[in-house]
C-alpha cells in the first residue's frame, strides 16, 4: 500500500507540473508600442534583462560598441551612458550607477537589467508580472503646468520662471529702477521664496533690480559667472548676496532637477573679451518643449555652446543686437517662439532689422516686450500658449538681408560639425539651404567645426 500511495504521488506531481502554465517571454511596449527582438527579453535571479541597443534605439538614442572593451555606449540629447559587460557599475554622465546583476552578451546582444535601460535617458517602467508584460514611457507628463515670465522692464531684462510645488527661479531683475516693478510683479503671482536666482552678467540692465530682488524676498541659491565689474551696482550685487548668506555657485554647467523638469547651465569658467560674452546661458527642458536663455551672449559665445540646443522657445541674445544671433546658432536651436526683451524707442535701435529678418527667416514668431508688454508662455510639457499683455503692431521698417556669405573657401553643415573643402564628396552631398561657409579654416574653427577626415581641409 504504501508503494502504490508513493506512485501515485509521484502521478499527481507530474501532472500539476504539466499542467502549470509557461510563461512567455516578457514583452516590451514603449510609449504604447509592442516592440520585437531577435534575443528576447529573460529574467535573471529575479531581474529581467531587456536588448540594450534595440530599446536604447527606439528611443532615440545612438549606440556604440567598443569590442575591446565590452563596452556599449548610448548618447542622446546630452545624456552619455557607458554600460561594460559583467559590470554592475554603469555610468550616466560620469555618474556611477548601481546594477544588482551586470549585463551579458546572449546570442550576439547585449542584454541589460530593465529599470536601467528604461530609466537612463528619463524614462518611467511599469512592470505586469501576471502578464509578463513591460511598458517603458519616455513621454514626459508635468501634474501643473510651467510659466515662464518674460518681465516687461523696459531696455533691460528680467524673466521669473514658474516651476511645480512652488519652485521659482528667476534670472536677471532689470536695471535698479526696475527692482520694485519686477518685486510687485514676483508678489502677484504668489512667489514666497526664490529656489534659484541667475544673474547673467555684470550690466546693471541685468543685475540693477537684484538688490530689491534680495530685500524682498529669501533666496536659496545664486548664480552668475564669477565675473564683475567694477561699477556702484556690481559692488551692491556682490554685498547684498554675501548679506543673503545663500547657496552661491559660479556657472559650471550644472544641472537643477526639479520633478520633471530641468533647468541646466551651458556655461562655465570661460574667458571673454567682452563682458556680455561672460552671460550665464541655460536650457530649461520641460520634456517636448524646451526654452534657451542667453542673457546677453554674442556670437563668440554661440559658437562654443556644446550639447542639445534645439529649443521651441529662444531668449534672443543682447536685445536683438546684431552682435547676436547667427544664422548658424539658429540653424542649431531652431525656435518656433523668439522673444526679445527690448525697451520702446530705445537708443540702441534694438531690436536691430538685420536680427529680426535672420529670425523670420528661421520660421521663428517674434515677440518683443516693447509692442507686447509682459509676456507669458505656458506648457504642459507637450504644447505651449502664448499670452501677451498687450499686442502693438511692428513699425515699419525696411527689410534687410542678413550678411550671410554664400561662397569661400570651406563649407560646413548647419547639421554636423564638419568643415570640409568644396570639392569633398561629402560637401557636395550637403543641401545648399545648409551650407554654412568660411572664408579659412580660423573661421570655421572659431564657429566649432572640426577638419573633415577625408579631404583633411
Known amino acids: 500500500m504504501k508503494r502504490r500511495g508513493l506512485i501515485l504521488s509521484l502521478v499527481f506531481l507530474i501532472c500539476m507540473v504539466f499542467a502549470a502554465p509557461v510563461l512567455a517571454a516578457p514583452t516590451v511596449n514603449l510609449d504604447g508600442k509592442q516592440l520585437t527582438f531577435d534575443v528576447q527579453p529573460t529574467i535573471e535571479n529575479g531581474r529581467t534583462l531587456v536588448p540594450l541597443r534595440a530599446i536604447f534605439e527606439a528611443m532615440g538614442a545612438n549606440v556604440d560598441w567598443n569590442q575591446s572593451t565590452q563596452t556599449a ?31 551579458k552578451i546572449v546570442n550576439g546582444r547585449t542584454l541589460a537589467p530593465l529599470r536601467f535601460v528604461g530609466e537612463a535617458f528619463g ?17 514626459t507628463t508635468i501634474q501643473d503646468p510651467v510659466k515662464v515670465h518674460f518681465i516687461d522692464v523696459g531696455q533691460a531684462d528680467s524673466i521669473y520662471i514658474e516651476l511645480p510645488n512652488n519652485n521659482d527661479i528667476l534670472i536677471d531683475a532689470g536695471n535698479r ?64 548676496v554675501a ?7 559660479a556657472d559650471s554647467r550644472q544641472t537643477f ?21 561672460y552671460s550665464v546661458v541655460c536650457r530649461l527642458d520641460t520634456g517636448d518643449i524646451e526654452f534657451l536663455f542667453t542673457g546677453d551672449a554674442e556670437t563668440p559665445v554661440e559658437n562654443i555652446l556644446t550639447g542639445e540646443l534645439a529649443s521651441e522657445i529662444l531668449k534672443v541674445g ?55 508688454g509682459n509676456i507669458v508662455i505656458t506648457t504642459d510639457g507637450q504644447s505651449y500658449t502664448v499670452k501677451t499683455a498687450k499686442n502693438l503692431p511692428e513699425p515699419s521698417q525696411e527689410e534687410i538681408t542678413p550678411s550671410v556669405p554664400d561662397t569661400g573657401n570651406y563649407v560646413g553643415s548647419s547639421n ?37 577626415g577625408v579631404c583633411k581641409p
Open 177 to 240: 529702477s526696475d527692482g520694485p516693478t519686477v518685486v510687485s510683479y514676483l508678489r502677484a503671482q504668489g512667489v514666497d521664496d526664490i529656489e534659484l536666482l541667475i544673474a547673467t552678467h555684470p550690466h546693471e540692465d541685468h543685475i540693477g533690480g537684484i538688490p530689491d530682488v534680495l530685500d524682498a524676498f529669501v533666496v536659496e541659491k545664486v548664480i552668475d559667472s564669477g565675473y564683475y565689474s567694477d561699477t556702484a551696482i556690481c559692488k551692491q550685487y556682490k554685498n547684498k
Open 318 to 372: 543682447h536685445h536683438g543686437s546684431t552682435s547676436s544671433t547667427s544664422t548658424a546658432f539658429l540653424s542649431k536651436v531652431k525656435p518656433e517662439v523668439a522673444v526679445i526683451c527690448v525697451g520702446v524707442g530705445n537708443t540702441y535701435g534694438h531690436p536691430h532689422q538685420e536680427t529680426l529678418t535672420k529670425l523670420k527667416s528661421a520660421g521663428a514668431k517674434i515677440y518683443r516686450t516693447d509692442l507686447n
Open 243 to 249: 548679506a543673503e548668506d545663500c547657496v552661491y555657485q
Open 73 to 103: 555606449t548610448a548618447t542622446k540629447d546630452g545624456t552619455t551612458v557607458k554600460l561594460r559587460i559583467g559590470s554592475i557599475t554603469p555610468t550616466i554622465n560620469g555618474q556611477v550607477k548601481t546594477l544588482d546583476v551586470p549585463a
Open 257 to 277: 532637477n526639479y520633478e520633471n523638469v530641468v533647468l541646466q547651465i551651458l556655461t562655465g569658467a570661460e574667458t571673454w573679451k567682452d563682458t556680455n560674452d
Open 416 to 452: 554636423s560639425n564638419k568643415y570640409h573643402l568644396p570639392t569633398c564628396r561629402y560637401a557636395e552631398s550637403i543641401a545648399p539651404e545648409n551650407k554654412v561657409w568660411f572664408k579659412d579654416i580660423n573661421a570655421a574653427q572659431a564657429a566649432g567645426y572640426e577638419p573633415c
Open 123 to 139: 524614462g518611467t517602467v511599469g512592470w505586469d508580472p501576471a502578464t509578463q508584460k513591460i511598458t517603458i514611457s519616455t513621454v
